[in-house]
């Protein structure tokens, strides 16, 4: 499809073990974003990569958050020892230029929801 | 506090009325602003996006703001049932790529 594509669309984990999440970002897109959305929140900002240069990763709340875009297409965003609180949907936002936000807006996936038993 | 605040509803107007949607801001350094629409279970997608101060209008939707009040608003003409969503700002400030978005507004219209 054209658009960002993200899997799984649902996952489901004990307290403890270790997730992957991974995105398709629109083909050609430079940036790629994750999120972070709570329920009945909006989304949080986690990381931002360029290509695959992760050039911000000021909203990962932990260090058992890691994302990772080893040749700057698909991105995996991996949470160890996962917790409850870690429950939420993750989108996968892409933009197609690494300048500034003029005319180059985010487009996002339908979003993983994990649920942390 | 949050850096955006945004009144979560839910906003129930009948099919046909103009529908006001409202975000207020702290930092003043935000210069993109984003409003973004989100069906249940579905990823955000982008409506409006202006740049400052200033209107903007597209189709049945116009953005306002006004930097100097610290204030932004979506603003939709004669609303229909598909309009039934959650309605999110979003900003950002120059020189940071991550967005900044509001917790929501969800709207209901009644047909």
């Known amino acids: 499809g054209a658009g960002v594509s993200q899997s799984p669309r649902y996952k489901v984990a004990k307290r403890g073990q270790d997730v992957a999440l991974r995105c398709d970002p629109i083909?050609?897109?430079?940036?790629l974003f994750w999120y972070q959305q709570a329920l009945g929140q909006g989304p949080e900002f986690l990381t931002y990569?360029?290509?695959?240069?992760?050039?911000?990763k000021s909203g990962l709340p932990s260090d058992r958050f890691f994302a990772e875009r080893p040749e700057g297409s698909v991105s995996t965003l991996k949470i160890q020892r996962t917790q409850q609180e870690d429950s939420a949907v993750y989108l996968c936002?892409?933009?197609?230029?690494?300048?500034?936000?003029?005319?180059?807006?985010?487009?996002f996936g339908d979003g993983t929801r994990l649920s942390i038993l | 506090q949050k850096e955006v605040e945004q009144d979560p509803g839910p906003l129930s107007v009948p099919e046909g009325a103009i529908v006001s949607l409202n975000c207020t801001y702290s930092?003043?350094?935000?210069?993109?602003f984003m409003w973004y629409r989100q069906y249940s279970r579905k990823g955000p997608e982008l409506l409006m996006y202006?740049?400052?101060?200033g209107n903007k209008e597209d189709g049945r939707f116009t953005a306002q703001v006004d930097k100097s009040s610290k204030y932004i608003s979506l603003f939709i003409r004669d609303s229909q049932p598909s309009d039934s969503a959650t309605y999110l700002c979003?900003?950002?400030?120059?020189?940071?790529?991550?967005?900044?978005f509001g917790s929501g507004t969800r709207l209901q219209v009644q047909p």
């Open positions: 979003a900003m950002q400030h120059p020189g940071r790529r991550a967005l900044t």
């Open positions: 990569f360029q290509n695959e240069a992760q050039l911000d």
């Open positions: 930092n003043s350094a935000f210069q993109y």
């Open positions: 202006t740049y400052s101060s």
């Open positions: 083909s050609g897109h430079v940036s």
């Open positions: 936002a892409s933009s197609s230029k690494g300048q500034s936000l003029s005319n180059q807006p985010q487009h």
